[in-house]
């Protein structure tokens, strides 16, 4: 089970860290993505970084987005920096599965999720 946390309000420009805590078991044999949904949008993914710390980016959070891996702590890290409006969403995270062309998520249920707004 994954724990979502580290949202907040933010003003356009500003960042936020958001966490996602596992299990040791869970944490270090699985590849964990972070995606985020906006009111009336799609759930999109936004980073994800495999076991050994390979990273994925969606292109709006490429150089504004860092998602890491602390071994120490069992948590995936989303740095976001230069928040936007746009930005605004929910974000949760899910252990992901690394195909040859697309990242998909593990399992169906997500959570509550951290909400993240970011103010013009």
């Known amino acids: 089970q994954l724990q979502a946390s580290g949202g907040g309000l933010v003003q356009a420009g500003g960042s936020l860290r958001l966490s996602c805590a596992a299990s040791e078991s869970t944490f270090s044999i699985n590849a964990i993505g972070w995606y985020r949904q906006a009111p009336g949008k799609q759930r999109e993914l936004v980073a994800a970084i495999t076991s050994g710390g390979r990273t994925n980016y969606a292109d709006s959070a490429k150089g504004r987005f860092t998602i890491s891996r602390d071994y120490a702590k069992n948590t995936v890290y989303l740095q976001m920096n230069s928040l936007k409006p746009d930005d605004t969403a929910v974000y949760y995270c899910?252990?992901?599965?690394?195909?040859?062309?697309?990242?998909?998520?593990?399992?169906?249920?997500w959570g509550q999720g951290t909400k993240v707004t970011v103010s013009s």
């Open positions: 899910n252990l992901v599965t690394f195909g040859n062309y697309v990242i998909v998520p593990k399992y169906d249920y």
